[in-house]
């Protein structure tokens, strides 16, 4: 129960970013005019489902997040992800590494590299072929960055 409300916190933590970092006093105005997209057309669609399935979305990237920010996951990987089935030797390394690296600042630190080296090249090459601006892709890939940083620390300090 835990770790899904961490994760839910993680997913909801995109959202906040995203009425930041899109509002027409930031990029908001910006994003539109590079995306080809009206207020007109924004406002013609469902909001709450739009977000609904933001959110869903930021959920999956919190999920998988948790695997890249906290060095522990791997370590449960390496015996088959039961700690009941592991060797004694896991016990003895998690009681000497149990919670190392597992601050904020850490989380953020590997959310920062996964959106700055994963989300960001998604984005630009989509955005190649899309024939969209550069600009474009900073906000859009920034947003990523930001929001991968931010949903990083969340999870590495408290799940």
């Not at 930041?20 to 924004?42: D, L």
């Not at 090249?121 to 899309?130: D, F, K, Q, R």
């Amino acid at each position: 129960m835990h770790t899904l409300l961490i994760l839910l916190l993680s997913a909801f933590s995109s959202l906040l970013v995203g009425f930041i970092w899109y509002n027409p006093k930031v990029f908001g105005n910006i994003w539109m005019r590079e995306s080809g997209v009206s207020e007109e057309k924004i406002k013609g669609g469902n909001i709450a489902l739009t977000m609904l399935v933001s959110f869903l979305y930021a959920f999956f990237i919190s999920f998988i997040l948790q695997y890249l920010v906290i060095h522990q996951k791997g370590a449960l990987g390496m015996i088959g992800g039961d700690e009941l089935k592991a060797l004694p030797s896991y016990s003895a390394f998690m009681a000497d590494y149990g919670t190392n690296f597992r601050t904020f600042k850490h989380g953020a630190l590997h959310g920062f590299m996964t959106g700055l080296f994963f989300c960001l090249p998604v984005i630009g090459v989509g955005a190649l072929y899309e024939r969209r601006s550069f600009k474009y892709t900073l906000i859009a890939g920034g947003y990523w960055v930001i929001t991968c940083m931010i949903m990083g620390g969340i999870i590495c300090q408290w799940l």
